[in-house]
């Protein structure tokens, strides 16, 4: 799994399935420009089919672990999946 700490001491994770899928980034230019803050500065993740909450800002390192982290949203009982397929299983 992978976590995602971010320079506001947000964190995330997604699973290394999750991170390997096509379409999924980590972005630090936007139109050939280096990313703006607000739009995540220096690195953002961009991670189609999933909520918002799984497209960490920010980003300032990120770690490699064998056990399911629990992110901010995560550690509130948001969903770990946070996929925008299953609607119905935004809570765990």
């Known amino acids: 799994?992978?976590?995602?700490?971010?320079?506001?001491?947000?964190?995330?994770?997604?699973t290394?399935?999750?991170v390997l899928?096509?379409?999924?980034?980590?972005?630090y230019?936007?139109?050939?420009?280096?990313l703006?803050?607000?739009?995540?500065?220096?690195?953002?993740?961009?991670v189609p089919g999933k909520?918002?909450?799984?497209?960490?800002k920010w980003i300032n390192s990120?770690?490699?672990?064998?056990?399911d982290y629990k992110g901010y949203w995560e550690q509130r009982g948001w969903s770990d999946y946070a996929g925008r397929d299953r609607p119905e299983e935004r809570y765990d």
Do not use: Q
């Open 1 to 14: 799994e992978g976590v995602f700490y971010c320079e506001d001491g947000y964190s995330t994770s997604l």
């Open 16 to 18: 290394v399935e999750e």
């Open 21 to 27: 899928k096509e379409g999924v980034i980590l972005a």
């Open 29 to 34: 230019k936007m139109n050939g420009n280096t």
């Open 36 to 46: 703006a803050v607000k739009h995540g500065y220096p690195v953002r993740m961009v």
């Open 51 to 56: 909520y918002g909450m799984k497209w960490p």
């Open 62 to 67: 990120i770690e490699l672990v064998d056990y």
